[in-house]
């Protein structure tokens, strides 16, 4: 079944509204990355968390590591075209087989 | 410092044909994944690999699919007997380590099944 449950779907903003996404895991997670897909790109690592209640900035990027290490989220300030594409989570959970569970991530469109 | 190489970059093949995809990883990664992703949807793990050993399958059919990575050469998915339910984006991934390290996506090969 899912692993790693990733909301909302879809996000359609005006640009300079904020965004967020958000990522829950059924277990703890060792770390979490996340990354970002443009259209018809590949995806891209933004970052990762490791500690509990760790939160990370990139400009206007701002994600955040729950403190029970099974959810996370990444808020985007004065969203801008540029942000277009998919966001997903991904967590690892800490065992030697190195796999990453992936969210289905959040796909989403900015309008001018 | 090249990336994660992936080829073809675009595949198209008749339903019962064979189609090979290739992967070769960064310079000094030798772990390789496989991905499939549909259109509108996130990325479905296939497949785990380590020089010459399959770490985890889990994710990939039984039939019709296997995947190898030899101690020389690129990672190789191969589909036999591809129906139109295979079109996809196939991308790989590597990394330098196994947990905790992050994934270095390639541009994706894309499936076309006729």
């Known amino acids: 079944g899912q692993q790693v449950m990733q909301i909302p779907q879809y996000q359609h903003v005006q640009e300079g509204e904020d965004f967020t996404t958000y990522c829950n895991s059924s277990?703890?997670?060792?770390?979490i990355q996340w990354y970002k897909q443009r259209p018809g790109g590949h995806p891209v690592f933004l970052i990762q968390l490791v500690k509990s209640g760790e939160v990370k900035k990139q400009k206007r990027l701002t994600f955040q590591f729950g403190e029970a290490k099974k959810n996370s989220s990444l808020h985007i300030t004065a969203t801008q075209t540029t942000d277009v594409g998919t966001y997903f989570c991904a967590g690892d959970r800490g065992s030697t087989l190195g796999r990453l569970y992936f969210g289905r991530g959040t796909q989403l469109t900015v309008w001018p | 410092n090249a990336g994660v190489m992936q080829n073809p970059r675009h595949l198209v093949r008749r339903r019962g044909q064979e189609a090979r995809l290739r992967c070769s990883p960064m310079?000094?990664?030798?772990?390789v994944y496989w991905y499939r992703q549909l259109p509108e949807e996130g990325l479905k793990f296939m497949v785990y690999l380590q020089k010459e050993n399959i770490i985890d399958e889990s994710g990939m059919p039984k039939e019709r699919f296997s995947a190898e990575f030899p101690k020389e050469g690129p990672s190789i998915l191969r589909i036999q007997q591809v129906v139109r339910g295979d079109s996809a984006a196939y991308f790989c991934a590597s990394s330098q380590d196994a947990s905790g390290n992050e994934q270095f996506f390639g541009p994706g090969t894309r499936l076309t099944v006729l």
């Open positions: 310079k000094g990664h030798s772990h």
């Open positions: 277990t703890t997670l060792s770390n």
